[in-house]
């Protein structure tokens, strides 16, 4: 069956770091881009960072680059997102998604992530 179930968040102050995976079930992590998105209290939800299959290519929201680093660990069919220097506006439910179409080596539009987690919290206040 498959399965993406998030972990890793929390509450933690300003400046901190969290470490969230998506670990998969069902299918083979390295062969779908694999998105995180996130959505704040009265937000639409946006997407934060993908890595397209194989690791071809990895993108990043302009407010979380060079503090946020996603990453694929295949033997643990895992991928994660390492966030550091967190600042109250990440504050959200963070998701992981797997794109629709396997094998393709770019991030696809948000329209075509077909397969959802159920989310983490991650709270980030003082």
């Known amino acids: 069956q498959l399965q993406l179930v998030e972990s890793g968040g929390g509450s933690v102050q300003p400046g901190g770091s969290l470490r969230l995976s998506c670990v998969a079930s069902?299918?083979?992590?390295?062969?779908?881009?694999i998105g995180w998105f996130r959505q704040a209290p009265g937000k639409e939800r946006e997407e934060v960072s993908c890595i397209s299959s194989w690791g071809v290519i990895a993108q990043y929201l302009d407010s979380v680059k060079d503090r946020f680093t996603i990453s694929r660990d295949n033997a643990k069919n895992t991928v994660y997102l390492q966030m550091n220097s967190l600042k109250p506006e990440d504050t959200g439910i963070y998701y992981c998604?797997?794109?629709?179409?396997?094998?393709?080596?770019?991030?696809?539009?948000?329209?075509?992530?077909?397969?959802w987690g159920q989310g983490t919290q991650v709270t980030v206040s003082s």
């Open positions: 998604a797997r794109d629709g179409v396997s094998r393709r080596s770019q991030c696809p539009r948000r329209s075509e992530y077909s397969y």
């Open positions: 069902g299918f083979t992590v390295d062969r779908y881009a």
